[in-house]
């Protein structure tokens, strides 16, 4: 990793530090994504709105598995279907 990366890194992930526990979104990280920030007992997850993607679809599936950590469930069928949603809209949507 270069400086400017490690940089980069620290300075959003200092960002992302900065917010206490919560669901915060839309907002638009240090390097210009826009997403959606979770922070739950100190873990931080960052869900980027995918190009293509509808930022209220990708709001609710980011909140639900918010919820879901927030709540401490630990059933891992719905944690992995919540987080496989997550990922799935922070890619960009497949062209037709």
């Avoid at 907002?27 to 980027?48: H, Y």
């Avoid at 630990?74 to 997550?86: N, R």
Wanted: proline share 5%.
């Amino acid at each position: 990793m270069g400086i400017e990366n490690k940089n980069s890194f620290m300075e959003v992930l200092e960002w992302r530090m900065s917010y206490p526990d919560g669901f915060y979104g839309i907002l638009r990280d240090p390097l210009g994504e826009n997403g959606f920030l979770s922070r739950s007992g100190g873990a931080t997850c960052w869900t980027a709105i995918g190009d293509g993607q509808d930022a209220v679809e990708v709001m609710m599936a980011a909140k639900a598995l918010h919820d879901a950590i927030d709540s401490g469930n630990t059933d891992p069928e719905l944690l992995g279907h919540l987080g496989s949603e997550v990922e799935r809209l922070s890619n960009p949507k497949p062209k037709d």
